[in-house]
């Protein structure tokens, strides 16, 4: 069991910065996948980033490439995830979530943290 717990949402102009942690906890593994993913109000819930433990291979959506960077702490078992050049239209819910390397569907979720960006 994973368990998965996001930090460092909150309010910020157009333009500027955040950053988001998740701490894992539980029975780790480096054989994991690491992701990040989004759900704004009415909207279906969709991915941001992913990296892996072991090589640090990352793949991000079209939307945020350029501007976000997702990184980890194997010492700390912590996921990180810088945004940068915010927009409104990043504002929603943020989640941190895990999966096995071999897997399609990620296992484990955290409780979301909520990011909201003014115009």
């Known amino acids: 069991q994973v368990q998965l717990a996001e930090s460092g949402g909150g309010l910020v102009q157009a333009g500027g910065s955040l950053r988001l942690s998740c701490a894992a906890s539980?029975?780790?593994?480096?054989?994991?996948?690491m992701g990040w993913f989004r759900q704004a109000p009415g909207k279906e819930r969709e991915f941001v980033a992913a990296?892996?433990?072991?090589?640090?291979?990352?793949s991000y959506a079209d939307s945020v490439k350029g501007r976000f960077t997702i990184s980890l702490d194997n010492a700390k078992n912590t996921l990180s995830l810088q945004m940068n050049s915010l927009k409104p239209e990043d504002t929603a819910v943020y989640y941190c979530?895990?999966?096995?390397?071999?897997?399609?569907?990620?296992?484990?979720w955290g409780q979301g943290t909520q990011v909201t960006v003014s115009s």
């Open positions: 979530a895990a999966r096995r390397t071999d897997k399609n569907a990620y296992e484990y």
């Open positions: 539980g029975r780790t593994s480096r054989t994991y996948v």
């Open positions: 990296i892996s433990w072991i090589g640090g291979g990352t």
